[in-house]
């Protein structure tokens, strides 16, 4: 991947992480959400993007990528609380 892609391929991941986190004010404020963020950290659209490519880990480097996946991965361990309480249906 070039410089541009991986540039694009980096704005497109935040949009998708900042629209996981725009659907979780919708339903806290008791609006629907249609699509709801996946539970699995490699699920959803910025973990499918993350660990989708092989090369990642060499273009962020090493401690950044952990650094990354530590935090994402911690992301989804609160979520899914808030998966259960807001859109799990019993």
Aim: with cysteine.
């Amino acid at each position: 991947m070039n410089k541009e892609k991986t540039l694009e391929s980096i704005k497109n991941a935040r949009k998708a992480h900042e629209s996981q986190m725009d659907k979780i004010v919708l339903a806290i404020e008791g609006k629907t959400v249609n699509n709801p963020t996946a539970v699995s950290k490699t699920e959803c659209a910025f973990g499918k993007w993350f660990y989708g490519d092989d090369n990642l880990r060499n273009i962020l480097g090493s401690l950044f990528y952990d650094n990354v996946d530590n935090l994402h991965a911690k992301w989804h361990n609160e979520y899914v609380s808030i998966f259960n309480l807001l859109f799990k249906v019993e």
